[in-house]
């Protein structure tokens, strides 16, 4: 039986990776021109929705009314490529474990403006519902998660999706819901941010690094869950004493932004191997990462699977940049922590 359960499993992997591709609206954003390319915020304008966002996003519509999204960093190539293969690694994961979280989505380059702009392009959600606040957002998921036992076990595929993901960036702006007759679907955006390595263990908030600090401590051979640091404001002043004439330009605006976007929190961190890694802790990780207490079993199948053949992982992956050893152990460390946990 056992055997029979493998041979069905590498079957599984064998389609998905045949079938990945091989869909015809992904064909569609793949290969067809747009016949409409606006900016973003003027698309929203007309929806009376005002939205804040760093990089270039583009509404698209095709010949036969199709929309997408096309988003792209023009002003860092590097930045650009890591966000877009984020992109499609988040895709590619969420279809290989049989989850229709996130949409169709591919990197391709358009002409816009007379220019030429590789980005990600991925099918745009239309009626997701509308939350005042985070606070709004996870009552609802919670809400929702206990209806039934099926909505439970969808709620925790999600949360083990963003867990095994890494996808620490879960708020009612990155996760749209949409109504589907007496259910609602889920359908997580915005995954560029995956790129970054983060630790964490299962239950507990992730750390993510947030700045370069040498300090003649790479011996540490473990991360040090246990040995959090914590700065009340003025953060920068702090770190300025700690380390004078050490802090890097990047780390000082993300100090200043952190203090400016969350103004009385601590800033909690664990100074590991020459980084500076911030503990992420909000509303929505307290829903989603520090909530985990159970993996749906037909979840379980797969990233078995994958543990005990790291391989068709890496075949998946294959063509992501940043996928890289040092990345694909802290990945197999979730992976694993997943499989300590109860089924359903």
């Known amino acids: 039986m056992k055997l029979l359960n493998k041979t069905f499993i590498l079957f599984f ?61 023009d002003d860092d190539k590097d930045e650009n490529s890591k966000q877009n293969e984020a992109e ?24 816009i403006d007379s220019a030429s702009k590789t980005g990600c392009i991925k099918e745009y959600i239309d009626k997701s519902l509308k939350f005042n606040n985070d ?20 709620a925790n595929a999600l949360k083990i999706f963003y867990f095994t993901l890494g996808q620490y960036d879960c708020s009612r702006h990155n996760l749209f819901i949409t109504k589907n007759n007496e259910d609602y679907n889920f359908h997580a955006i915005d995954n560029g941010e995956i790129h970054k390595k983060l630790y964490v263990q299962v239950g507990k908030a992730p750390f993510t690094p947030r700045g370069y600090i040498e300090d003649d401590n790479t011996w540490q051979p473990n991360f040090l869950f246990d040995d959090i ?12 004493s700690q ?26 961190f664990v100074h590991y191997k020459n980084n500076i890694w ?17 993996c749906p079993s037909f979840l379980k199948e797969k990233i078995s699977y994958w543990v005990e053949n790291p391989d068709q992982l890496d075949k998946l992956f294959t063509g992501i ?24």
Request: glycine content about 2%.
């Open 278 to 294: 911030l503990e992420i802790d909000d509303e929505n990780i307290d829903f989603f990462w520090k909530k985990i207490t159970h």
């Open 135 to 154: 606070e709004n957002f996870v009552s609802f998921l919670k809400n929702y998660t206990q209806i039934n036992n099926q909505n439970f076990d969808k």
């Open 13 to 73: 992997f064998i389609f998905a990776s045949f079938n990945l591709f091989a869909d015809p609206i992904l064909e569609k954003l793949q290969n067809e021109n747009p016949t409409k390319i606006i900016q973003m915020h003027e698309h929203l304008k007309t929806l009376g929705i005002n939205a804040s966002y760093t990089s270039d996003v583009y509404y698209l519509e095709f010949d036969d009314g199709f929309k997408a999204v096309f988003k792209t960093y």
């Open 229 to 240: 640091q914590e700065y009340q404001s003025p953060i920068l002043e702090k770190f300025l």
């Open 88 to 111: 499609l690694m988040s895709y590619k994961l969420s279809s290989a474990l049989d989850l229709d979280f996130v949409p169709r989505t591919c990197i391709r380059t358009l002409t």
């Open 321 to 344: 940049g940043f996928y890289d050893e040092a990345y694909k152990r802290l990945l197999f460390n979730r992976l694993s922590q997943v499989l300590d946990l109860p089924s359903n």
């Open 243 to 268: 380390f004078p004439n050490q802090l890097p330009d990047y780390f000082i605006k993300n100090i200043k932004n952190f203090e400016k976007n969350n103004p009385g929190k601590p800033f909690r």
